[in-house]
Structure formats: structure tokens, C-alpha cells
């Protein structure tokens, strides 16, 4: 059984940083690109970054330059570190496993294992 389990949210001020993790199980982490959701209240879920296999990444345009997607394939483990955050950061935020192998992108139904979100929340 393939699970997603993220961690690391909190409540954080603006301009703060804060590191949150997915560790995943059940499956050979390193053959799936990985990625990082996040949704605010009354908003639609929207993408933030992914990671390919491999290591390399792309990220939503209000994420370049203050956020870093990195993973760890011999500890199938996935992170999303987010620097300089403001509150419009603030959401539930959630890792995901592309549907396919060896394949990227950056559309939410692309994804077919979804973890259960870890809340960040930034004070102004």
C-alpha cells in the first residue's frame, strides 16, 4: 500500500522559514517524480513544485526564488523549503506521487497519491 505521510507545518511570521517533509512507503520512491500542492481556504488546490526522479525541479512562478524542493531516494523522503513566506503562503499544504514512472507534471490529476496535508499558517 503506497502512503504519503507530510509533516513539519506550523505557525510561522512573515518573512520566516519553515521546512516541511513527506515520507513515503510502499513504493520504489525513485522511479516517481514527486510534487508539493497547496490549498487555502475557499481556494482551489494549486500546484507549487515538483521533482523529477532524477532531481530535477520546477516550480510555480510565486514559489521561484524563495522556495526549495529537494528529496532524498535512499530515504524516500521528499521536502519543500520555504523562505521569506507571507501570508497569502498560508494553506494546506500536500505531497503527491505522479500517476506514471519516470514522468513529470505539474497538473494535480497527474497525481494519484495524494498525502493527508500538514497546515502552514504565516502571521503578518
Known amino acids: 500500500q503506497v502512503q504519503l505521510v507530510e509533516s513539519g507545518g506550523g505557525l510561522v511570521q512573515a518573512g520566516g522559514s519553515l521546512r516541511v517533509s513527506c515520507t513515503a512507503s510502499?513504493?520504489?520512491?525513485?522511479?516517481?517524480?514527486m510534487g508539493w500542492f497547496r490549498q487555502a481556504p475557499g481556494k482551489d488546490r494549486v500546484f507549487v513544485a515538483l521533482?523529477?526522479?532524477?532531481?530535477?525541479?520546477y516550480y510555480a512562478n510565486f514559489a521561484k526564488g524563495r522556495f526549495a524542493i529537494s528529496r532524498s531516494n535512499a530515504n524516500n523522503t521528499l521536502w519543500l523549503q520555504m523562505n521569506n513566506l507571507k501570508p497569502e503562503d498560508t494553506a494546506l499544504y500536500y505531497c503527491?506521487?505522479?500517476?506514471?514512472?519516470?514522468?513529470?507534471?505539474?497538473?494535480?490529476?497527474?497525481?494519484?497519491?495524494w498525502g493527508q496535508g500538514t497546515q502552514v499558517t504565516v502571521s503578518s
Open positions: 503527491a506521487k505522479v500517476r506514471q514512472t519516470y514522468a513529470i507534471t505539474t497538473v494535480g490529476n497527474g497525481y494519484d497519491i
Open positions: 510502499g513504493l520504489t520512491f525513485s522511479k516517481y517524480g
Open positions: 521533482i523529477s526522479w532524477s532531481g530535477g525541479t
